[in-house]
C-alpha cells in the first residue's frame, strides 16, 4: 500500500484527537500532562505538523497508551 505522508500526518492526528477524547481529556489536559503546549496538540491533531517521535512518547504515556497504539488506525 502507498500512501503520502500527508494522509498518514492526517490520520494520525485524528487518531490521537480520538484517543484524547475517549479518555474525557481536553487538549490543556493532554499539554499539561506531557508538557507540550496545547498549541502544539492541537496542530498535531490538525496535521499541520510532522510532529517529532519523542513528542509521541510523551503523548502515548499521558494517554497512558503504549506507543505503537498511537499508529493502530486505518488510512482513510
Known sequence: MDISEETFIT???IHI???REKKNMSQQDLA???DIPKNQI???ERAE???SVKALVKIANALDV???ELFDFSIK
Do not use: W
Open 66 to 68: 503504549e506507543p505503537k
Open 32 to 34: 499539561n500532562d506531557c
Open 42 to 44: 492541537g496542530r498535531i
Open 17 to 19: 484527537r480520538q484517543l
Open 49 to 51: 505538523i510532522n510532529t
Open 11 to 13: 490520520n494520525l492526528g
